[in-house]
T-cell receptor, first 114, second 117 residues
Framework: NAGVTQTPKFQVLKTGQSMTLQCAQD?????MYWYRQDPGMGLRLIYY???????DKGEVPNGYNVSRLNKREFSLRLESAAPSQTSVYFC?????????????FGPGTRLTVT | AQSVTQPDIHITVSEGASLELRCNYS??????LFWYVQSPGQGLQLLLK??????LVQGIKGFEAEFKRSQSSFNLRKPSVHWSDAAEYFC???????????????FGAGTRLAVHP
């Protein structure tokens, strides 16, 4: 099993460009999440999807959109990238939303917006 | 507001020495507590978790953590550090946002561990 995979690993964008970060999991998990990691701030939740067909905002959703394409895939879209979105983005999944379910993380996408 | 504090940004230890990484949380109810490790260029991996019961929990890679309710702490320990333990360590608290049981994790800012040979 690959677990949680993310593409691309690295990306450089110019301000105003758009892009989609892809995430897939092969663990048959119901819930998926997108986080961003910034120095000194830990991880912050952008959006989550409790189950296929549902998505909800997390702590820092502004400037992002998501799509839960099917049970396996959960994408994050930046419509008009800004330098403040320079970060490392992690996708995660868990069996369900209940708080005792462990979250499994992908390797991350390092995004730079110039 | 709920928060997680990791007071040490960087820690350096010698290989073979003992290690303790501190974590304090602010949360009104009994939290679900986690420690994750992030090796360079990698995602986060769960080391251990505490939900209830015995307050001393064992994890992978020889790590353990102790939940102390009176101190609102969940410190991570290892008796003898190996060079491969050099990584960033994150403490996290699992919260209920609403009665449905949303698995929100609040992360601390992380502690970067360096290991000297």
């Amino acid at each position: 099993n690959a677990g949680v995979t993310q593409t691309p690993k690295f990306q450089v964008l110019k301000t105003g460009q758009s892009m989609t970060l892809q995430c897939a999991q092969d663990m048959n998990h119901n819930s998926m999440y997108w986080y961003r990691q910034d120095p000194g701030m830990g991880l912050r939740l952008i959006y989550y999807s409790a189950s296929e067909g549902t998505t909800d905002k997390g702590e820092v959703p502004n400037g992002y959109n998501v799509s839960r394409l099917n049970k396996r895939e959960f994408s994050l879209r930046l419509e008009s990238a800004a330098p403040s979105q320079t970060s490392v983005y992690f996708c995660a999944s868990s069996e369900a939303l209940e708080r005792y379910y462990e979250q499994y993380f992908g390797p991350g996408t390092r995004l730079t917006v110039t | 507001a709920q928060s997680v504090t990791q007071p040490d940004i960087h820690i350096t230890v010698s290989e073979g020495a003992s290690l303790e990484l501190r974590c304090n949380y602010s949360y009104g109810a009994t939290p679900y507590l986690f420690w994750y490790v992030q090796s360079p260029g990698q995602g986060l991996q769960l080391l251990l978790k505490y939900f209830s019961g015995d307050t001393l929990v064992q994890g992978i890679k020889g790590f353990e953590a102790e939940f102390k309710r009176s101190q609102s702490s969940f410190n991570l320990r290892k008796p003898s550090v190996h060079w491969s333990d050099a990584a960033e360590y994150f403490c996290a608290v699992g919260l209920l946002l609403f009665s449905g049981g949303y698995n929100k994790l609040i992360f601390g800012a992380g502690t970067r561990l360096a290991v000297h040979p």
